[in-house]
Each structure stands twice: as C-alpha cells, then as structure tokens.
C-alpha cells in the first residue's frame, strides 16, 4: 500500500472519533451557555441526549458511546457547581450524571441496533419465518 493510501486509511479511522467530539463540543457550548444566563436548578445533562443519539445514527454504537462518556465528562466540568472542575458539590447531580451516562450508552446501543439491516434467517423446522 503507497504513503497516501495508508495516509487515506487513517483519515478515514479517525473521521467518527473527529465528529463525535466536534458534536460534543458544539453541544457543551450551547449548555454552557444555557448554563450561565439561567438561573435556578437545571437538568442541561440531559440534553446531551439528542447529540448522542445523532451519533448513533451518523456512526454508529462506539462513537455514540464515547460520546456519552465525553458529554459526561464535559457536563461534570462545564455545567455542575464547582464550575471548572471535575467534582460534583450536590449528591442528586452525581446521580443525575450516572443516570444519564447509563441512560446514553442503552441508548446508543439500542438506535444503532435499529438501524442496523436485520437478517432474516430461514429454517426448515420453523417454516413460521417464512413469508
């Protein structure tokens, strides 16, 4: 294989792992944003939602996975009190933040499993299958 191909190759690798944390980012800063201007309590987590699923459907269950885990991590550091720092003050948000991790990641599996092609198998001793 030549310089380029190889070259191709990994452009090529990295292309959902680039749009995953470009979709992430782009959606922190609008919940940061949200986030400052707001006031009062707010669940901006579970917005996140959306951006993963959306990976889910452009990528698949992997990127949409490492997506949920990015926007976890970004959520804890961008959105919860302390701001800018990883620990979370109130014990109902570090929940909130488990909840929604494992809430993204059945999530990201399940839309990507719906939009996998299905293959239909047929057998002789369940002729039912059959159409």
Request: with cysteine; hydrophobic share 55%.
């Amino acid at each position: 294989m030549s310089f380029w191909g190889e070259v191709m190759r990994l452009v090529k690798a990295a292309r959902p792992i680039a749009g995953t944390l470009a979709i992430i980012s782009i959606a922190t800063a609008v919940l940061w944003t949200v986030r400052i201007e707001a006031v009062g309590p707010q669940h901006l987590v579970f917005f996140y939602l959306l951006p993963t699923a959306l990976l889910a459907v452009l990528y698949g269950s992997l990127p949409a996975m490492l997506g949920a885990i990015a926007a976890t991590i970004c959520a804890a550091y961008f959105l919860y009190a302390p701001l800018y720092s990883f620990s979370v003050e109130n014990p109902r948000e570090l929940g909130e933040l488990f909840f929604f991790v494992g809430l993204a990641l059945i999530g990201a599996k399940c839309t990507a499993d719906l939009l996998r092609p299905q293959v239909v198998k047929f057998s002789k001793e369940n002729p039912a299958t059959e159409d």
